[in-house]
């Protein structure tokens, strides 16, 4: 079974496609063909990067993201990079959606009424639920209606949140109608956790897990015995960390002083929060991390600033995580910064010395997937994880049209 994977972000649109049989491998096998289109660096360009049968090839487009998805896709049966013969020979298409809200707690197959409840749900996550129904409708227009395409919430894995951790603190009846926690990176988190388990040789349900998803979103997750137990996202992807662009929290009393002022509306604030805070907002520099420490190397205190706040934050909730665990098996980094800056890494580490934990910091420095970069003394292992989201939706959107 030939199975597409679009799994589309904030700023990017990852894609994947598996040739899956069954039994399916423990360990994530390579794709068919891969994808990224890239559209949050520069305005009005995106960078398409795409590996398939000519190897990878590299290109910069002056279009919008939903065209760009168009041209990705293409690829897979036009041009060098082909694959298959025709889009004809593509079985199902898996689809990354970040909030599912109260409707749903399992990946479902894509129908009419899946799709209004995206919809509806894009105030809930106005940089993510549109980008993910823009997929699903890209493939509609694309490779037509009849081809089965499969929604897998990101927020399906915290539904086992206990009550005191997604309930917030609100008279009772908002919380009735909805206005709760739920968590995102879901998919990303559970993947991390099972994957976790598997380097360090032992089960999953003896295991007490935090896992720091950091990337131009990012999160962090509790996780006991398999279940999510705490995250640090909430009702929308908002709440929490600092991000590329997103605040994270802030004192809510902080956006009600700018409501009052009448310099800001709704929608100013929904700017401000979600596209002009975070790493961009204050660096003065970039939502990139990348960007943010190469303007440090020349002296930018601005920058600075921004990576000493966005360190703060994560230690914060990291030590908020750690607590509601009890104790700690295990840390894992994983997504873009989590990968790929052992700067943040190293700091993080550092403020938990006194619980024993001990970094190697030529493994550290080297960034490996996959891999213990911990002192053998270490009191907790500490591991980067290349997360395999694009994976972990092509076996739930298998299994899902395997026994449907």
């Known amino acids: 079974m030939k199975i597409l994977v679009l799994n589309a972000g904030s700023s990017s649109q990852k894609s994947s496609l598996y040739d899956l049989t069954a039994p399916l491998p423990q360990d994530p096998p390579k794709p068919m063909w891969t994808a990224q289109l890239d559209w949050g660096r520069q305005p009005g360009l995106v960078d398409l990067k795409v590996q398939g049968a000519a190897g990878v090839q590299r290109w910069q487009l002056q279009t919008s993201p939903s065209e760009g998805t168009q041209i990705m896709l293409q690829t897979i049966w036009q041009g060098e990079q082909a694959v298959l013969p025709d889009a004809s020979a593509i079985d199902g298409v898996g689809h990354r959606v970040v909030h599912g809200g109260q409707d749903y707690s399992q990946s479902v197959r894509v129908t009419k009424a899946v799709k209004e409840a995206i919809a509806r749900l894009i105030p809930l996550a106005p940089a993510h639920n549109p980008a993910n129904l823009k997929g699903i409708t890209a493939i509609e227009e694309i490779l037509g209606t009849d081809l089965p395409q499969v929604a897998v919430f990101d927020t399906a894995f915290h539904r086992q949140m206990p009550a005191a951790a997604a309930t917030y603190p609100i ?13 995102f990176h879901g998919i990303s988190h559970r993947y991390c956790a099972q994957r976790a388990a598997q380097l360090l040789e032992r089960p999953l349900d003896s295991l007490r897990l935090i896992t720091c998803h950091l990337g131009n979103g990012a999160s962090l997750a509790a996780i006991a015995q398999g279940h999510s137990v705490d995250t640090t996202m909430g009702f929308t992807p908002l709440e929490g960390l600092m991000m590329g662009s997103r605040s994270g929290s802030v004192d809510p009393g902080l956006l009600i002083h700018l409501l009052r002022q009448g310099d800001y509306g709704v929608d100013d604030l929904d700017r401000l929060l979600n596209r002009e805070s975070g790493l961009l907002g204050v660096s003065g520099v970039s939502s990139d991390m990348r960007d ?3 303007a440090i190397a020349t002296g930018n205190e601005q920058a600075q600033l921004a990576l000493d706040v966005y360190i703060h934050r994560l230690r914060y909730y990291v030590g908020a995580m750690l607590m509601s665990l009890g104790g700690l ?26 619980l024993g934990v001990r970094l190697d910091g030529d493994r550290n420095q080297e960034s490996p997937a996959d891999a213990l970069i911990s002192t053998p003394d270490s009191a907790v292992p500490v591991l980067v ?20």
Not at 171 to 183: D, I, V
């Open 171 to 183: 008279p009772y009846a908002l919380t009735q109608q909805g206005m709760k926690r739920y968590g």
């Open 292 to 294: 943010v420490l190469a």
């Open 329 to 354: 098996d295990g840390l894992v980094f994983t997504a873009g910064i989590g990968e790929r800056s052992p700067e943040v890494r190293a700091a993080v580490c550092e403020s938990l010395g006194f």
């Open 385 to 404: 994880i290349q997360t395999q989201e694009d994976w972990a939706i092509a076996q739930e959107c298998w299994h899902l049209l395997e026994h449907s």
